[in-house]
Nanobody, 123 residues
């Protein structure tokens, strides 16, 4: 059993920054890829960023490239998402997710999900 717990969401003005964290526990040794998805009201979840837990390879959705940075602390089994230059369009519930092989956009490849953390960006 794997548990993912997100934290760090909140309310921020446009142009501001937030850092999300995702602490993993349980049998996480086989989680090859971890990533972030987000879901805005009335929309489907969309891919944000992913990282290979072993090699650190990263991949970003185009709209967040150069603004968001995904990183990991293997020793603390924690995933991060540093979000800078936030826009109103970034408002969503952000979910941490894990998969057992390298993948990026395909939600089906991420069977493990956290409960989500709300990010609200005001104008």
């Amino acid at each position: 059993q794997v548990q993912l717990v997100e934290s760090g969401g909140g309310l921020v003005q446009a142009g501001g920054s937030l850092r999300l964290s995702c602490k993993a526990s349980g049998r996480t040794g086989d989680l090859y890829t971890r990533g972030w998805f987000r879901q805005a009201p009335g929309k489907e979840p969309e891919f944000v960023a992913a990282i290979s837990w072993t090699y650190g390879t990263t991949y970003y959705e185009d709209s967040v490239k150069d603004r968001f940075t995904i990183s990991r602390n293997s020793g603390e089994n924690t995933l991060y998402l540093q979000m800078n230059s936030l826009k109103a369009d970034d408002t969503a519930v952000y979910y941490c997710a894990g998969g057992y092989h390298w993948s990026t956009r395909n939600r089906a490849d991420f069977p493990v999900w956290g409960q989500g953390t709300q990010v609200t960006v005001t104008l």
